[in-house]
């Protein structure tokens, strides 16, 4: 089990910038896995049952509409190129691929991937941009669209259950360069409220703040159905949450800054099975 720590270092760290809930220190946390490091565990672990038993059940989980509508996009020709997904990769879930042996299984658990354009991380909302403009010869859904958003749900529960890997803390990984530059994010204070994401992700996991337990703040959750928007999610919404939460400046989606925190962000949690599209508060 994940040592509950007490309330107050984060009662301390979040001084006047957050109102803190009952000083409750009973966790719920469970099903808390062992890492060769560290112990890493998921969101889920911290969610409450009821947010956990609406991600069990694909009926029930709000993000499934959205994948749906996605499916359908799936199959339809679009672009100058007058092309489908489906004419390239197959059905989503054909594990040959398609006509170009390109499997959508897989993707979830192994991005953000090296892209040798841009010569960084690409995730895989950037992916499938690129596939609309490269070869559909389309205009790419917008970033956080619903569109957007169910097409990567789609793709990425091919690969739930699968376990997150990532190569990028290797000096001959070409994404190295963009997981030191995530790790130096993860471990810088900024806003008003001078915190780092290590103070609330990494120091205070497994406490409770508002009535909600903090989590490692992991990405194998994402994309996620969250309650509190009562919208799908991209992963760089939440980095921006938790940037405006201490009142720090956002960045862009898909720029740059986040891509690289991404990257750092799968591999602290590299192990952990891939749940998206999953239901967090
Ligand atoms: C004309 C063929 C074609 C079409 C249409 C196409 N793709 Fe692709 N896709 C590719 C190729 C080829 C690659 C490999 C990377 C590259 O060369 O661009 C790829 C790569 C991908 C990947 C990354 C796979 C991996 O293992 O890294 C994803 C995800 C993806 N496509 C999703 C989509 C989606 C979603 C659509 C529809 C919106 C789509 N593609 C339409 C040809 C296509
Ligand atoms: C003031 C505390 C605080 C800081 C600092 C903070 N977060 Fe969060 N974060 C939260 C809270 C609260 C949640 C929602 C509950 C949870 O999952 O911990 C959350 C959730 C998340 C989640 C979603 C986890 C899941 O399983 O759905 C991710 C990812 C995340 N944060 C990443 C970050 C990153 C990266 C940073 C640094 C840029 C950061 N957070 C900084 C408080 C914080």
Same mark, same amino acid.
């Given at each position: 089990?994940?040592?509950?720590?007490?309330? /107050?270092?984060?009662?301390?760290?979040?001084?006047?910038?957050?109102?803190?809930?009952?000083?409750?220190?009973?966790?719920?946390?469970?099903?808390?896995?062992?890492?060769?490091?560290?112990?890493?565990?998921?969101?889920?672990?911290?969610?409450?049952? *009821?947010?956990?038993?609406?991600?069990?059940?694909?009926?029930?989980?709000?993000?499934?509409?959205?994948?749906?509508?996605?499916?359908?996009?799936?199959?339809?020709?679009?672009?100058?190129?007058?092309?489908?997904?489906?004419?390239? =990769?197959?059905?989503?879930?054909?594990?040959?691929?398609?006509?170009?042996?390109?499997?959508?299984?897989?993707?979830?658990?192994?991005?953000?991937?090296?892209?040798? *354009?841009?010569?960084?991380?690409?995730?895989?909302?950037?992916?499938?941009?690129?596939?609309?403009?490269? =070869?559909?010869?389309?205009?790419?859904?917008?970033?956080?669209?619903? *569109?957007?958003?169910?097409? /990567?749900? #789609?793709?990425?529960?091919?690969?739930?259950?699968?376990?997150? *890997?990532?190569?990028?803390?290797?000096?001959?990984?070409? #994404?190295?360069?963009?997981?030191?530059?995530?790790?130096?994010?993860?471990?810088?204070?900024?806003?008003?409220?001078?915190?780092?994401?290590?103070?609330?992700? +990494?120091?205070?996991?497994?406490?409770?703040?508002?009535?909600?337990?903090?989590?490692?703040?992991?990405?194998?959750?994402?994309?996620?159905?969250?309650?509190?928007?009562?919208?799908?999610?991209?992963?760089?919404?939440?980095?921006?949450?938790?940037?405006?939460?201490?009142?720090?400046?956002?960045?862009?989606?898909?720029?740059?800054?986040?891509?690289?925190? +991404?990257?750092?962000?799968?591999?602290?949690?590299?192990?952990?099975?891939?749940?998206?599209?999953?239901?967090?508060?």
């Amino acid at each position: 089990m994940h040592k509950v720590k007490s309330v /107050t270092a984060m009662a301390v760290l979040l001084g006047a910038g957050l109102a803190l809930g009952a000083c409750t220190t009973e966790s719920t946390t469970k099903d808390v896995m062992k890492h060769p490091y560290k112990e890493v565990w998921s969101g889920y672990s911290t969610a409450t049952p *009821e947010t956990r038993a609406m991600q069990d059940d694909d009926f029930a989980n709000p993000y499934m509409p959205y994948v749906d509508a996605a499916a359908e996009l799936w199959d339809t020709p679009a672009g100058e190129a007058k092309k489908s997904c489906a004419d390239c =990769h197959g059905a989503p879930d054909d594990a040959k691929g398609g006509s170009m042996g390109i499997p959508m299984k897989g993707v979830g658990a192994k991005y953000p991937a090296y892209d040798p *354009e841009s010569h960084g991380p690409i995730n895989v909302e950037l992916r499938i941009q690129k596939c609309q403009t490269d =070869h559909q010869k389309a205009k790419p859904f917008k970033y956080e669209s619903d *569109e957007l958003l169910g097409m /990567t749900g #789609l793709v990425v529960m091919q690969s739930r259950g699968m376990k997150r *890997e990532t190569k990028a803390a290797e000096q001959s990984d070409p #994404l190295y360069p963009a997981w030191l530059q995530g790790k130096a994010f993860y471990y810088q204070r900024r806003g008003q409220l001078d915190l780092a994401c290590k103070h609330c992700h +990494e120091d205070n996991a497994a406490i409770l703040v508002r009535a909600e337990l903090l989590s490692q703040g992991q990405s194998n959750g994402f994309p996620t159905y969250r309650l509190k928007w009562q919208k799908p999610g991209s992963l760089h919404r939440r980095f921006r949450g938790c940037n405006n939460n201490i009142r720090s400046e956002p960045y862009a989606y898909g720029s740059d800054e986040y891509l690289a925190l +991404e990257t750092y962000l799968a591999w602290r949690g590299r192990g952990l099975p891939i749940e998206g599209p999953s239901v967090r508060k």
